[in-house]
């Protein structure tokens, strides 16, 4: 099993910044994609970035251009660098992996709230 502890949410201001870490621990091994979503409150919840092992990335379409996913292999860890934030941008933002054997895992979740 893969366990994810996702940190670094908070509230920030319109046109603000913030960087979300998730930390994977267990069968790292196993790990082929990491990335995040989020849900906001009577939504669904939607792709925001993902990341390969061999980099590739992907992102959902609110956000391209103002996050950056990236990865940290050594220390396990998947960042989400998020500028330009907007109201909208509200949501829980989960860590989620998936291995090779296609397994999914999500983390806790982090809330970001994005007011003035």
């Known amino acids: 099993q893969v366990q994810l502890v996702e940190s670094g949410g908070g509230l920030v201001q319109p046109g603000g910044s913030l960087r979300l870490s998730c930390i994977a621990s267990?069968?790292?091994?196993?790990?082929?994609?990491m990335g995040w979503y989020r849900q906001a409150p009577g939504k669904q919840r939607e792709l925001v970035a993902t990341i390969t092992n061999e980099g590739t990335s992907n992102y959902g379409d609110s956000v391209t251009g103002r996050f950056t996913i990236s990865r940290e292999n050594a220390k396990n860890t998947v960042y989400l660098q998020m500028n330009s934030l907007k109201p909208e941008d509200t949501a829980v933002y989960y860590c989620n992996t998936i291995t090779t054997q296609l397994t999914i895992y999500w983390g806790q979740g982090t809330q970001v709230t994005v007011s003035s």
């Open positions: 267990g069968a790292i091994n196993s790990i082929y994609s």
